[in-house]
């Protein structure tokens, strides 16, 4: 079975800037996660849907939106981009609890 | 609230050698634990995770680690080192909040395996 792919692999934007992100999850996973992995940091937890419906948000402020869709596959969308927002962005799907299978991620940079 | 402290930021050994990444939690409730790597521009694998049952866990590649509840430890040892083992490691806990399940994860531990 095919892994959680991610779109686009890299991707460079200017500030003020809008970006969406896309997510696949692997067959049969119904949950999907996002992480923000800023350089030499651990990943840090940005939203969780499951079945469609927003399950749980962390600490980003209201510039960073997502949803998911019927087929299950998810966007990520972050508007008036900062510098700061450069980060490799991850992607995880679950079929139940405990075990999240991670995407290889998207690269932004914000110059 | 649930954390992970990851004890060196870098970690660097012999090939062959004994490999040793630290990890310590903070959790109110018996914690779900699981180590990743992160090979340079990937995603994160996972290596192995606790939940409930035997404390000593083994997982792929060789590593295997052991959850110490009086410690709030869950170190993650390989008996010899690889060069293919040279990759970046994060400790992490599951925290089950309000109906959602996030991971909660330490900085990392870059790991070097000198030749």
């Known amino acids: 079975d095919a892994g959680v792919t991610q779109s686009p692999t890299h991707l460079i934007k200017t500030r003020g800037q809008h970006v969406t992100l896309r997510c696949s999850p692997i067959?049969?996973?119904?949950?999907v996660s996002w992480y923000q992995q800023v350089l030499g940091q651990g990943p840090q937890f940005i939203f969780q849907?499951?079945?469609?419906?927003?399950?749980g948000r962390g600490n980003f402020p209201d510039r960073f939106s997502a949803r998911q869709f019927p087929n299950y596959s998810s966007e990520l969308n972050v508007n008036a981009l900062l510098l700061g927002d450069s980060a490799l962005y991850l992607c995880?799907?679950?079929?139940?609890?405990?075990?999240?299978?991670f995407g290889p991620g998207t690269r932004l940079t914000v110059l | 609230a649930q954390s992970v402290t990851q004890l060196g930021s870098h970690v660097s050994v012999s090939e062959g050698a004994l490999v040793l990444l630290r990890c310590n939690y903070s959790?109110?409730?018996?914690?779900?634990l699981f180590w990743y790597v992160q090979y340079p521009n990937q995603g994160l694998q996972l290596l192995l995770k606790?939940?409930?049952?035997?404390?000593l866990v083994k997982g792929i590649n060789g590593f295997e680690a052991e959850f110490k509840k009086s410690e709030t430890s869950f170190h993650l040892t390989k008996p010899s080192a690889h060069m293919s083992d040279a990759a970046e490691y994060f400790c992490?806990?599951?925290?089950?909040?309000?109906?959602?399940?996030?991971?909660?994860f330490g900085k990392g531990t870059k790991l070097t395996v000198n030749p």
């Open positions: 995880a799907s679950t079929k139940g609890w405990q075990e999240q299978f």
């Open positions: 067959s049969g996973h119904k949950s």
């Open positions: 849907y499951y079945e469609k419906e927003e399950r």
């Open positions: 959790s109110s409730v018996p914690p779900y």
């Open positions: 606790y939940t409930t049952g035997a404390t």
């Open positions: 992490a806990v599951s925290v089950y909040q309000g109906g959602s399940e996030k991971l909660v």
